[in-house]
C-alpha cells in the first residue's frame, strides 16, 4: 500500500479512503477528543470524561465552572497531560487560552492566557520543539467586524510562546470551511498538516509553503465524522480519532500514507 499511493497521486488518481475501525460512545463527545492504547478522552466545552477502551466505561470525569471554561475545543496528549485549545466564543473581542489537565488524576493543574489577537484559537500541537495553534475566524456568529474565514491562521510558537511564523490557509480550503472555519489540526509523521473545518466530512493535508505566507493543499480524504477536532492516537499507527456530534460518539479512523509531490 506505502508504494501504490505514491502512483495514484502521480496519476492523478484518489487515494485509499480512511478506514473506521473503532467508535465508542462518550456523553462528552461534543467538541473533541484524544486517545492511546487504554483510554480515550471526550472532550466537551467545560468538562472531559475518560473512558476504559476495553470495557467502554468512563472510569474518570473533569467538570469545569462553565464561567471560566466557555469553550474548549481541540486537546492532545503530551507526555502526562491533556493540553487544550480554549476560547471565549461566541464572545467578542475573540480571547483563548491554553488549558492543561494531569490525565491520570483528571485535574485541572495550569492556564495560560492568550488574550485577544489572531482569532479564536480551535487547536492547539506541538511539533518540531514548537507549538503550533490553529485560529479561526468566522464569517457570522462569533466573528469580529472586518474578520472572516478567509483570515483563519496558522502560527508557530516557540516553547515559551513567542511568535516565530504565521500562514493563510489555501484559498480551494477556506471555501470548504466558510462561513466557518479551522475546528482541528494535528501534524503526521510524514510531515504534513492534518485539519478539518466545522462540519464538512473532510480532512485536509497540508505543508508549510517553500516561500510566502499561504499553505500548500496536498490532497483531501473523506472521513466518516463531519468535521470539529482531531487528534491522532498515541502509540497508534496513523489513527486519527474524531467525534460524531449527533450520536455522542469518539471515533477512529485509520489514516492511509500519503506521499506529496512538489
Known amino acids: ?44 466545552n467545560a468538562e472531559i470524561g475518560k473512558y476504559d477502551r476495553a470495557t467502554g466505561k468512563r472510569i474518570g470525569h ?46 485541572h493543574v495550569r492556564s ?10 480551535t487547536w492547539l500541537d506541538w511539533h518540531d520543539g514548537s507549538w503550533w495553534a490553529g485560529f479561526a475566524n468566522y464569517d457570522g456568529k462569533g466573528g469580529e467586524a472586518g474578520r472572516d474565514h478567509r483570515l483563519t491562521t496558522l502560527v508557530r510558537y516557540s516553547p515559551e510562546f513567542v511568535e516565530e511564523g504565521a500562514w493563510l490557509f489555501p484559498t480551494e480550503v477556506l471555501e470548504r470551511f466558510a462561513p466557518y472555519s479551522s475546528s482541528g489540526g494535528v501534524w503526521g509523521d510524514d510531515g504534513l498538516l492534518y485539519v478539518t473545518g466545522h462540519d464538512r466530512p473532510e480532512l485536509y493535508a497540508l505543508r508549510l509553503p517553500e516561500a510566502g505566507s499561504r499553505l500548500e493543499l496536498v490532497t483531501t480524504l473523506a472521513i466518516p465524522t463531519n468535521g470539529q477536532a482531531i487528534a491522532w492516537e498515541r502509540g497508534g499507527r496513523r489513527i486519527l480519532w474524531s467525534i460524531e456530534r449527533k450520536t455522542r460518539e469518539a471515533v477512529a479512523t485509520r489514516i492511509p500514507e500519503i506521499m506529496p509531490k512538489r
Open 1 to 44: 500500500m506505502q508504494m501504490l499511493l505514491p502512483l495514484l497521486l502521480a496519476f492523478g488518481q484518489t487515494p485509499p479512503e480512511p478506514e473506521v475501525v473503532a467508535r465508542m460512545p462518550a456523553a462528552e463527545a461534543r467538541q473533541g477528543v484524544v486517545a492511546d492504547r487504554r483510554f480515550v478522552y471526550a472532550v466537551s
Open 62 to 107: 473533569w467538570q469545569g465552572d462553565p464561567k471560566l471554561f466557555r469553550h474548549m475545543n481541540s486537546c492532545i496528549l503530551l507526555r502526562r497531560e491533556i493540553v487544550c485549545a480554549a476560547s471565549n466564543y461566541p464572545d467578542t473581542p475573540m480571547a483563548s487560552s491554553i488549558e492543561w489537565f494531569d490525565a491520570a488524576r483528571m485535574e
Open 112 to 121: 495560560r492566557s492568550l488574550g485577544p489577537g489572531r482569532g479564536s484559537l
